[in-house]
């Protein structure tokens, strides 16, 4: 797949405050075999287009790559790249400057990267949809199947199942939810380990930030929910096996549920203003049960 299966990475990593441990991953993404892709002629429109391993359009610096039964890579713009492989009826499409869009390794993966070095990678298992809308946009559904990420902004990021940069297994990774809107938003839900599924993280408001079921191992059914610029929400991240548990945050607030240990379950914290914290069953094991709510400013922390 040559220089292109690098995914560009979101510069809002690291925003997420308070619990929300330093993200990063890398996707290992095997390169393929270049025979079917759209050789740019270097002049005119830029546009490929290649459907189950046969190019059908190509001009200018657009590439796309395809095999498989019913696959598609589409790549519009300058130096765009598009690539369906490794499966049967993958889709990709690449639309902007230095755009990137790449499903493969499974089926019925689609990537959909529409902005200025917009990034979207569906890989790495089957079902899996990521849709990065906005310049320097990042999504990337992988590390399992049924995993969807949606990033739409400026420097957004959501990533579900997988993140790349991590030196860790990140395997089996299922039905993971991550979307990010906003201009340096990100989101991460079930990545940063293996077994990690049904989670949820979303993340509405300029620069927020919201994880759930990531860095560690069978961390399942967890919701973190950050709504407001600048908000920030974490449930049964940092650890392992922490299981149901929700972080809601509004306006500025932090929320965070059942992290940084192990085995905890079912804990709530709900935060609403600037500057408002609630931690619930934090930083501990076997701490379930706990809820804690926040707000004025203030902060409560359970137990």
Do not use: C
Request: hydrophobic share 35%; no cysteine.
């Amino acid at each position: 797949m040559g220089k292109r299966n690098v995914p560009r990475t979101a510069a809002s990593i690291g925003r997420i405050g308070g619990l929300a441990v330093a993200l990063g991953v890398g996707i290992g993404i095997a390169a393929m075999p270049w025979s079917a892709a759209a050789a740019p002629d270097g002049g005119g429109p830029n546009i490929s287009v290649s459907h189950d391993g046969d190019v059908k359009v190509v001009k200018g610096t657009a590439t796309a790559v395809s095999d498989g039964r019913g696959s598609t890579a589409v790549a519009h713009g300058f130096g765009s790249y598009a690539e369906a492989t490794g499966g049967t009826n993958n889709h990709a499409l690449a639309s902007g400057v230095g755009s990137t869009a790449i499903a493969k390794g499974g089926s019925n993966n689609t990537s959909t990267a529409t902005g200025t070095n917009s990034t979207a990678i569906a890989a790495g298992g089957s079902n899996n949809t990521s849709t990065a809308t906005g310049t320097n946009s990042t999504a990337i559904a992988a590390g399992g199947s049924n995993n969807t990420a949606k990033a739409t902004g400026t420097d957004s990021g959501a990533y579900a199942g997988y993140y790349p940069g991590l030196d860790v297994r990140q395997g089996s990774n299922n039905n993971n939810l991550a979307s990010a809107q906003g201009d340096s938003a990100t989101a991460v839900a079930g990545a940063g380990g293996s077994f990690n599924t049904d989670n949820t993280a979303i993340a509405y408001g300029d620069n927020s930030g919201a994880v759930s079921g990531f860095g560690g191992n069978s961390n399942t059914h967890n919701t973190a929910v950050a709504f407001g610029a600048g908000t920030h929400a974490g449930a049964g991240s940092g650890g392992n096996q922490n299981d149901y548990n929700s972080a809601t945050a509004t306006d500025g607030a932090g929320a965070f549920a059942g992290g940084a240990g192990n085995d905890n379950d079912y804990n709530t914290a709900s935060a609403t203003g600037d500057g408002s914290l609630a931690n619930a069953g934090v930083a501990g094991t076997d701490l379930d049960h706990y809820t804690a709510n926040a707000s004025g400013g203030d902060t409560v922390n359970n137990p």
